[in-house]
């Protein structure tokens, strides 16, 4: 398993940007794929983006949201544009051995999870 730390949640006024970073312990890191899900209050973890070979978007992100990874240093990021009041949520960092396709957007697909950090919009 690989052990995750999310960082860069906060409070942003409607419009705005925020970029979470999730660093990665393990020397495999580059072969797993990396997904962020979000879980507001009194809803379901939905998924927002992942990263393999391609990447993958939930439809209300599209447009809006970049995933991105640095093997290297470990890390994944998701640079989020034009924040709205409903992306508020607490936002998790995840991992998995390996997706492609439909498995990428499952979230029981994935083993590891980071703590999670809260992101709120306000309008």
């Known amino acids: 398993q690989v052990q995750l730390v999310e960082s860069g949640g906060g409070l942003v006024q409607a419009g705005g940007p925020l970029r979470l970073s999730c660093a990665a312990s393990g020397r495999t890191f580059s072969s797993y794929a990396m997904g962020w899900f979000r879980q507001a209050p009194g809803k379901e973890r939905e998924f927002v983006a992942a990263?393999?070979?391609?990447?993958y978007y939930a439809d209300s992100v599209k447009g809006r949201f970049t995933i991105s990874r640095d093997n290297a240093k470990n890390t994944v990021s998701l640079q989020m544009n034009s924040l709205k009041p409903e992306d508020t949520a607490v936002y998790y960092c995840?991992?998995?051995?390996?997706?492609?396709?439909?498995?990428?957007?499952?979230?029981?697909?994935?083993?590891?999870w980071g703590q999670g950090t809260q992101v709120t919009v306000s309008s």
């Open positions: 995840a991992a998995a051995i390996y997706c492609s396709g439909s498995r990428c957007y499952d979230v029981s697909h994935y083993g590891s």
């Open positions: 990263i393999s070979w391609s990447t």
